[in-house]
T-cell receptor, first 112, second 113 residues
């Protein structure tokens, strides 16, 4: 049973560019959440997708957007990258109304 | 509002017990979680407890909840060097449909031989 997978593992971009990160949920899970973890900090909730719609959003600007596909996989898009967007981006999946969120290994984004 | 606080660092010797502490502010019924993060890795769910419980035990892990003081602790018995990692406390609440995890800043546990 594959767990949560994310791609790519690492990514280097320059300021102003756009980036797309990908996530496949654990088998049987239909809900995907995205978190940003800056160095030395706890993860911060970006948003959650369920039934291909954004169900909830944290305190992040509109430059952060997402999508969920019919197979429950998800993408996180960040436009107009800033140096401060450098972080580990974590995807978590859960079942409908489930109380457990399982995390993927993350994508390390570096903005130069 | 939601806020979770943890001490930053804990150092123990192999074989000792470790106790990692966390305080939270949400006053509603809530789920409280412990996650483990090893260097360069994602978060591993260790255990969780609902706020109507006082204690939960799972092998070497014991979670204690003091609802009155909004204090949560994770005790690791017979700590091993492989337990060295960052431990995050997190909560969800009915205000967000139990969907949004709010994390503390993490406690770095160092286990020395």
């Amino acid at each position: 049973d594959a767990g949560v997978t994310q791609s790519p593992t690492h990514l280097i971009k320059t300021r102003g560019q756009q980036v797309t990160l990908r996530c496949s949920p654990k088998s049987g899970h239909d809900t995907v959440s995205w978190y940003q973890q800056a160095l030395g900090q706890g993860p911060q909730f970006i948003f959650q997708y369920y039934e291909e719609e954004e169900r909830q959003r944290g305190n992040f600007p509109d430059r952060f957007s997402g999508h969920q596909f019919p197979n429950y996989s998800s993408e996180l898009n960040v436009n107009a990258l800033l140096l401060g967007d450098s972080a580990l981006y974590l995807c978590a999946s859960s079942a409908t109304s489930g109380r457990e969120q399982f995390f993927g290994p993350g994508t390390r984004l570096t903005v130069l | 509002g939601e806020d979770v606080e943890q001490s930053l660092f804990l150092s123990v010797r192999e074989g000792d017990s470790s106790v990692i502490n966390c305080t939270y502010t949400d006053s509603s019924s809530t789920y409280l979680y412990w996650y483990k993060q090893e260097p360069g890795a994602g978060l591993q769910l260790l255990t969780y407890i609902f706020s109507n419980m006082d204690m939960k035990q799972d092998q070497r892990l014991t979670v204690l909840l003091n609802k009155k003081d909004k204090h949560l602790s994770l005790r690791i018995a017979d700590t091993q060097t492989g337990d060295s990692a960052i431990y995050f406390c997190a909560e969800t609440s009915p205000n967000t449909g139990f969907q949004k995890l709010v994390f503390g800043t993490g406690t770095r546990l160092l286990v020395s031989p």
